[in-house]
């Protein structure tokens, strides 16, 4: 059962553009969600979060939007950079169980 | 403030072995996760230990173990690997649990033939 989906497995985008991944949940338990963002060969990093009282999160190029009766969030990356090729996750926490749960990825490449 | 450091980076077994994986967290970090990722999979938690309890289980078989040293210091345990066991795993140490961030090793990469 698959409670956060990533339904793009890649995406390409030329720099200076925009860069938007998309994310679905199933389970309106979820009040609190996260983006990681994964380069080869290294674990998943921190990038922004957003609660479920809001629907927006801004911290430099990135933002994250919530629409909360969608069950749906995107992460929007202006502009893009080349250095913002990796593998994007977006996950949301399970207070419950003491887990994390993530979608299957985006991989984003950015065309120079 | 050394990051989370995971040993090794690489191993190769084959089926039917065991292999044990080692995780030294953050400072400071007394919750320990591990996740297993695997293609079109992504990341599948595995279990969490906090003061050396383990607080929860995900969806594996009991090949799967772990533990954590009262140092938090934690370390995972497979048993009678499989063709499947091959994944990249991942460690990740938070100061309390998921209630704040978690931070991840770069993983050890687990190959069974």
């Known amino acids: 059962d698959q409670q956060v989906k990533q339904n793009s497995p890649s995406l390409s985008v030329q720099e200076g553009r925009i860069s938007i991944l998309n994310c679905d949940y199933t389970n309106s338990m979820f009040d609190y969600f996260l983006w990681y963002k994964k380069y080869p060969a290294e674990g998943p990093t921190f990038l922004i979060s957003?609660?479920?009282?809001?629907d927006k999160n801004e911290d430099g190029r990135f933002t994250v939007f919530l629409n909360k009766s969608a069950k749906h969030l995107s992460l929007h990356i202006v502009p893009s950079q080349p250095g913002d090729s990796a593998v994007y996750f977006c996950?949301?926490?399970?207070?419950?169980?003491?887990?994390?749960?993530f979608g299957t990825g985006t991989r984003l490449t950015i065309i120079p | 403030k050394a990051g989370v450091t995971q040993t090794p980076r690489y191993l190769i077994k084959t089926r039917g072995q065991q292999v044990t994986l080692s995780c030294s967290p953050i400072s400071g970090h007394r919750s320990v996760s591990w996740y297993q990722q695997t293609p079109g999979q992504g990341l599948q938690f595995l279990f969490e230990?906090?003061?050396?309890?383990?607080?929860n289980k995900g969806n594996f078989p009991g090949r799967f173990s772990g533990r954590q040293f009262s140092n938090s210091r934690s370390e995972m345990n497979v048993s009678t690997l499989e063709l499947g066991d091959s994944a990249l795993y991942l460690c990740?140490?938070?100061?309390?649990?998921?209630?704040?961030?978690?931070?991840f090793g770069n993983g050890t990469r687990l190959t069974v033939t």
């Open positions: 957003i609660s479920s009282i809001k």
């Open positions: 230990y906090f003061s050396e309890t383990q607080r």
């Open positions: 990740a140490s938070s100061l309390a649990g998921i209630n704040s961030p978690l931070h």
């Open positions: 996950a949301a926490p399970n207070f419950g169980n003491e887990k994390l749960t």
